[in-house]
């Protein structure tokens, strides 16, 4: 059987495959094509040591055009698919396929996490996630996410940094933060499994960032306890658990005030089980180097979808 390309955009580039509606998937293209270009015409450039002397366009066509190089990458992100299933579909070599998704990823990995109402505003560091809570009175959620990844190989330095103590399998780890509604607002802090929540974060400077924006607010689970105690106009955790012989009454409080903290913290653990519908943040099986811009771009294509609720 003879599969033609344009056969393998109309397959591939429904919402079931790339993981968004066919309208915003072009929306998507528009918006990636002028940095791919330009990225492009940089390489180009740098490898033949000086300016064009053709007309753009000249020479031989793109084996693979760059709408198809967004749905592959799209679809490899969506099922971690074998780049040789999806060479077989468009008829070219696997590794145009490899090269299609290391050109495009990176693209989707610098976009950033989209706002609600604000469809020009993208959030992408946590400096502005922090500047955008204290402008629109939003009150963060913060929750940490593991995601089991390849085992190092033997004898090599830092092997038990990815051992995760919690899962008890090789991991890296993920902060991941939302707003009330469990509106992705922004990923980051990658750090090996073994590391804690609250030190992955620390490390960002989100002590820094409390202190600079005293207005904003956030709920956190019992792993970011050291942060609240730190901060305890600021942040809030679970409340701690009444001794064994504490009286009932006191009992029947914790358990109605842990319950209500977190009913209204467990927006962000909707955030990551949208993340994990995607198959790459189920189980890594790639290279390590390439989970964290992997992470980034899901996100920010998550992100897309969850801002317009």
Known sequence: MIVTSGWARTALSHRICTGIPRRRLSKLIAELAEPWTAREESRLRE????????????????????????????VVLRFQL???ALALFYGV??????????????????????????PDLRL???????????SHGVELRIDGT????????????????FVSGKMKQNTKKAT????????????GAFRPGRMHDQTALKTEGICDLFE??????????AGYRGLAKQFPDQVEAPPLKPKKDAPPEEVADWEAARTKQSSERIPVEHANAEHK??????????????YDETHLAIAGLVSDRTAMR
């Open 176 to 187: 991941v933060i939302s707003d009330e509604k469990g509106r992705t607002l922004w990923t």
């Open 47 to 74: 490898r033949r040591g000086h300016d064009r002397q053709r007309a753009a366009g000249a020479g031989p066509d793109h084996e693979l055009v760059f709408t198809d190089r967004v749905i592959a990458t799209l």
């Open 277 to 290: 519908q995607w198959r790459p943040l189920q189980r890594w099986i790639g290279r390590r180097e390439y």
């Open 82 to 84: 074998p780049h040789a």
């Open 124 to 134: 992408r560091t946590l400096v502005d996630v922090f500047a955008y809570a204290a």
């Open 212 to 221: 600079r924006f005293p207005q904003v607010r956030a709920k956190v689970d």
């Open 146 to 161: 593991e995601v089991r990844v390849r085992r190092p190989r033997a004898n090599r330095p830092g092997r038990r940094a």
């Open 93 to 118: 070599d696997r590794s145009t396929i490899t090269r299609a998704v290391h050109e495009v990823r990176p693209l989707l990995a610098a976009r950033g996490f989209a706002v609600p109402a604000t």
